[in-house]
């Protein structure tokens, strides 16, 4: 087989390869379109609204576990039930993603995630109202703003800012867990402050009000001119409404979807798939329960706070350097079999001395889940021939990837309850870990989809 055309990739084109875009094939209408020309001519209102955006992603999520001890014992919710909290979420990220690109063709990017930002903020104030079925509803509407944002966040920073990419989505990845550390960390001393764990998460409304506050400016200049009722956004199709984006050829989606690989008949695109929803699962499942676990074997929760966050914070490390690897390379089996290993390390380690090595434990499950997070959107690129099959095959990883994640928090959650203690949940972490060093040597695996002898 001859080289891929994806080897060799420096760091700035892998970066801008993983920003799938939420409007590709689309051409916006001419009033929306002339309304980005102006918004692109004041990058500060852009760059403030996405990393206010961004740092918005995780915080929601990453501020619950700290105090989720509290939200069971104030509700007497079992250990599966409180894992709702966590699952409920992820299971609504999977199903609302798919719909993103098409609200944005409707109503455009900005609008989006203006109203992305306004569920959020109101899906994390219902969380605390006093019934447990306001907390499962609150928790549904946080996992649709977070899906939303998720799909069209990495588009609009291609879209606007095309010759900075890779800073861009330096910055954007950093406010993202800059977001989920500080909320971790600060979960408990909020939780003192505030007067229990309501005050504590309904904080974190406040942040995605002042976000949408300033999406709002942007919403509004980029569908002045629009009539009611026209969309933002045509098929970039010749035979279709709307004319080809410049600098495209080709038959639009409708006509590439047909002539492309089939995803669900490829092996490569569903271990690509089973890869990022693995270790999803297994970030997920230390987001819902580690401080939880260092808590019941005796750390403050304050402690447990800090350690959480900490491993959040050092995902950064994995996340960078992971990708930039892959990208220099043939074969990225290897890379997949080493991330997985450091989480199996790291969830070993919590079996022998969960207290006392916990910093250390913390330290290879971040670099252990920022490196195979990061491994998983390179795989997207790199098994992709072109940048409509990576979109897609991106779609169908997020949309399946969330589902089997969402098991991850309730399973153990249940086997935690029914067996009093962590050691077969952590156990079954660490036959997920092996299963992924089995999916990433065939994922890792230099062919692309579509391949006859793929």
């Given at each position: 087989m001859s080289p891929s055309p994806k080897e060799g990739l420096s760091t700035e084109e892998l970066i801008e390869a993983e920003l799938f875009d939420a409007e590709e094939d689309l051409t916006p209408s001419p009033p929306v379109a002339a309304a980005r020309r102006r918004l692109r001519t004041h990058p500060v209102l852009l760059l403030v609204g996405i990393v206010l955006a961004s740092l918005n992603m995780r915080a929601a999520l990453a501020g619950v576990s700290p105090v989720l001890g509290e939200i069971s014992d104030d509700f007497g919710m079992t250990s599966t039930v409180s894992s709702l909290v966590t699952t409920i979420p992820l299971i609504f990220m999977g199903v609302i993603s798919p719909l993103a690109p098409k609200l944005a063709r409707r109503w455009g990017t900005e609008t989006v995630l203006f109203g992305a930002l306004l569920l959020l903020a109101g899906g994390i104030a219902l969380r605390i109202a006093p019934p447990v079925v306001a907390l499962f509803a609150g928790c549904a509407v946080v996992g649709s703003g977070i899906a939303l944002l998720n799909v069209l966040m990495p588009g609009l920073i291609k879209r606007d800012f095309p010759d900075r990419a890779a800073g861009m989505t330096a910055l954007y990845s950093t406010a993202m867990i800059l977001g989920a550390t500080v909320s971790a960390a600060a979960a408990v001393p909020l939780e003192h402050a505030l007067g229990g764990w309501r005050g504590s998460l309904v904080s974190w409304a406040l942040l995605a009000a002042i976000?949408?506050?300033?999406?709002?400016?942007?919403?509004?200049?980029?569908?002045?001119?629009?009539?009611?009722?026209?969309?933002?956004?045509?098929?970039?199709?010749?035979?279709?409404?709307?004319?080809?984006?410049?600098?495209?050829?080709?038959?639009?989606?409708?006509?590439?979807?047909?002539?492309?690989?089939?995803?669900?008949?490829?092996?490569?695109a569903w271990q690509i798939t089973l890869f990022m929803g693995s270790q999803s699962l297994i970030a997920y499942v230390t987001i819902a329960w580690l401080p939880t676990l260092f808590t019941d074997h005796g750390m403050s929760k304050a402690a447990a706070g800090l350690v959480f966050a900490f491993s959040t914070l050092v995902q950064m490390g994995g996340s960078f350097i992971v990708p930039t690897l892959a990208g220099r390379m043939r074969d990225q089996r290897l890379l997949c079999a080493a991330v997985a290993v450091f989480m199996a390390v790291g969830i070993a380690g919590l079996l022998v001395a969960p207290v006392g090595g916990a910093w250390v434990w913390a330290t290879l499950l971040g670099l252990g889940q920022g490196g195979s997070l990061g491994i998983a959107l390179t795989l997207m690129v790199l098994r992709s021939g072109d940048a409509h099959t990576a979109a897609r095959l991106s779609g169908m990883a997020q949309t399946w990837g969330y589902?089997?994640?969402?098991?991850?928090?309730?399973?153990?959650?249940?086997?935690?309850?029914?067996?009093?203690?962590?050691?077969?949940?952590?156990?079954?972490?660490?036959?997920?870990?092996?299963?992924?060093?089995?999916?990433?040597?065939?994922?890792?695996?230099?062919?692309?989809?579509?391949?006859?002898?793929?």
């Amino acid at each position: 087989m001859s080289p891929s055309p994806k080897e060799g990739l420096s760091t700035e084109e892998l970066i801008e390869a993983e920003l799938f875009d939420a409007e590709e094939d689309l051409t916006p209408s001419p009033p929306v379109a002339a309304a980005r020309r102006r918004l692109r001519t004041h990058p500060v209102l852009l760059l403030v609204g996405i990393v206010l955006a961004s740092l918005n992603m995780r915080a929601a999520l990453a501020g619950v576990s700290p105090v989720l001890g509290e939200i069971s014992d104030d509700f007497g919710m079992t250990s599966t039930v409180s894992s709702l909290v966590t699952t409920i979420p992820l299971i609504f990220m999977g199903v609302i993603s798919p719909l993103a690109p098409k609200l944005a063709r409707r109503w455009g990017t900005e609008t989006v995630l203006f109203g992305a930002l306004l569920l959020l903020a109101g899906g994390i104030a219902l969380r605390i109202a006093p019934p447990v079925v306001a907390l499962f509803a609150g928790c549904a509407v946080v996992g649709s703003g977070i899906a939303l944002l998720n799909v069209l966040m990495p588009g609009l920073i291609k879209r606007d800012f095309p010759d900075r990419a890779a800073g861009m989505t330096a910055l954007y990845s950093t406010a993202m867990i800059l977001g989920a550390t500080v909320s971790a960390a600060a979960a408990v001393p909020l939780e003192h402050a505030l007067g229990g764990w309501r005050g504590s998460l309904v904080s974190w409304a406040l942040l995605a009000a002042i976000a949408a506050c300033v999406w709002l400016p942007q919403v509004v200049l980029s569908r002045r001119g629009t009539r009611h009722g026209q969309v933002a956004a045509v098929p970039a199709s010749p035979a279709g409404q709307g004319q080809p984006a410049e600098g495209r050829t080709g038959q639009g989606r409708a006509g590439r979807d047909q002539a492309g690989p089939k995803l669900t008949r490829s092996p490569i695109a569903w271990q690509i798939t089973l890869f990022m929803g693995s270790q999803s699962l297994i970030a997920y499942v230390t987001i819902a329960w580690l401080p939880t676990l260092f808590t019941d074997h005796g750390m403050s929760k304050a402690a447990a706070g800090l350690v959480f966050a900490f491993s959040t914070l050092v995902q950064m490390g994995g996340s960078f350097i992971v990708p930039t690897l892959a990208g220099r390379m043939r074969d990225q089996r290897l890379l997949c079999a080493a991330v997985a290993v450091f989480m199996a390390v790291g969830i070993a380690g919590l079996l022998v001395a969960p207290v006392g090595g916990a910093w250390v434990w913390a330290t290879l499950l971040g670099l252990g889940q920022g490196g195979s997070l990061g491994i998983a959107l390179t795989l997207m690129v790199l098994r992709s021939g072109d940048a409509h099959t990576a979109a897609r095959l991106s779609g169908m990883a997020q949309t399946w990837g969330y589902l089997l994640a969402a098991a991850g928090p309730v399973v153990l959650g249940a086997v935690h309850q029914a067996t009093g203690g962590w050691t077969i949940p952590l156990a079954l972490l660490l036959c997920v870990c092996a299963g992924l060093v089995l999916l990433g040597l065939g994922a890792g695996k230099n062919r692309k989809i579509g391949d006859v002898a793929a």
